[in-house]
């Protein structure tokens, strides 16, 4: 079945950077779009940044434009999301998915505190 197992989050403070990693298996992972999402406490979970299944074409939420690059290796099966100049509207659970998303992973928590 399908697994995404996310992991890279952790502690920064504002202006820090953070790599997130997402592994996947269990799907043929090049054939699919994927995408980071992001559920902060009393939110509903929110769209942060997809990439095509080739990582031709990238997308991201207006909140993290400019700050937020995502980027995938289909040999690894494996997608990216590098984060920049963090802030502490940031904090989240941070999840990776395909796009329209399946079944979630358990996500990586991401805080952003001075």
């Known amino acids: 079945q399908v697994q995404l197992v996310e992991s890279g989050g952790g502690l920064v403070q504002p202006g820090g950077s953070l790599r997130l990693t997402c592994a996947a298996s269990?799907?043929?992972?090049?054939?699919?779009?994927m995408a980071w999402y992001r559920q902060a406490p009393g939110k509903e979970r929110e769209l942060v940044a997809s990439?095509?299944?080739?990582?031709?074409?990238?997308d991201y939420a207006s909140s993290v434009k400019g700050r937020f690059t995502v980027s995938r290796d289909n040999a690894k099966k494996t997608v990216y999301l590098q984060m920049n100049n963090l802030k502490p509207e940031d904090t989240a659970l941070y999840y990776c998915?395909?796009?329209?998303?399946?079944?979630w992973g358990q996500g990586t928590q991401v805080t952003v505190s001075s």
């Open positions: 269990g799907f043929t992972f090049s054939m699919f779009v």
């Open positions: 998915n395909r796009l329209p998303p399946v079944e």
């Open positions: 990439i095509s299944k080739f990582g031709g074409t990238t």
